[in-house]
């Protein structure tokens, strides 16, 4: 049974970068297959899409969030990972990171979100 | 302002059935069999519900069914049950260059 797990800290000064990591565990992330996805939650609203990652280290992100963030991948670790530069207080929220299945022939489409981390608190705050 | 549409909240009787609506446009809901719903219980990870349009990941109740017509994908929970109480979250990959886009979020209650 595959999980992931967040890391990181969880204040984080503004202007100051943002760094996540998900550790996947029950399954190797370079099986294919799936892209690995970052997404947010601000409290007390919606679910944000970040961005995700194919194992061979292909990305896609949130035009409004593009400039700022970097996903990448570690594929002997199992991980991969999240940072957001200057950050402000708009970026405090949970933060999950998530397994998409790709099952069609549209790239870069996948189908849904299968298998969560528990998700991660971050707090901009000086 | 969320790239899809949903009610902000629904609400039913222990029973009975609800439809959750998810509005989008031709680029996304309409134009792609992408859709995906989730369930999101207070302080929880959300939880994958139906995957492209209709299907059931293994272990989710044959009560959560899915479908779509045009832009707008919907949502049908039947005999509706106190833990299905939550938010519920539409998605869609969609064709612009945002990839993937949700839906506000829907509020069950169940009465």
């Keep these: 049974q595959v999980q992931l797990q967040e890391s990181g800290p969880g204040l984080v000064k503004p202007s100051q970068t943002l760094s996540l990591t998900c550790t996947v565990s029950g399954g190797s992330i370079s099986s ?28 896609y992100y949130n035009p409004s969030l593009k400039s700022r963030v970097t996903i990448s991948v570690d594929t002997s670790k199992n991980q991969f990972s999240l940072k957001l530069s200057s950050v402000t207080a708009a970026d405090t929220a949970v933060y999950y990171c998530a397994r998409d299945i790709i099952t069609g022939s549209v790239v870069p489409a996948a189908c849904g979100m299968d298998v969560w981390g528990q998700g991660t608190t971050v707090t901009v705050s000086s | 302002q969320s790239a899809l549409t949903q009610p902000a909240s629904v609400s039913g009787s222990p029973g009975q059935s609800i439809t959750i609506s998810c509005t989008g446009t031709s680029s996304d809901v309409g134009g792609y069999n992408y859709v995906s719903w989730y369930q999101q219980h207070p302080g929880k990870a959300p939880k994958l519900m139906i995957y492209d349009v209709s299907n059931r990941p293994s272990g989710v109740s044959n009560r959560f069914s899915g479908s779509k017509s045009g832009n707008t994908a919907s949502l049908t929970i039947s005999g509706l049950q106190a833990e299905d109480e939550a938010d519920y979250y539409c998605s869609s990959y969609t064709s612009s260059s945002t990839y993937v886009v949700f839906g506000g979020g829907t509020k069950l209650t169940v009465l």
């Design chain 1, 32 to 59: 294919g297959g799936y892209y690995w996805s970052w997404i947010r939650q601000h409290p007390g609203k919606g679910l944000e899409w970040i961005g995700y990652i194919y194992y061979s280290g292909s990305t």
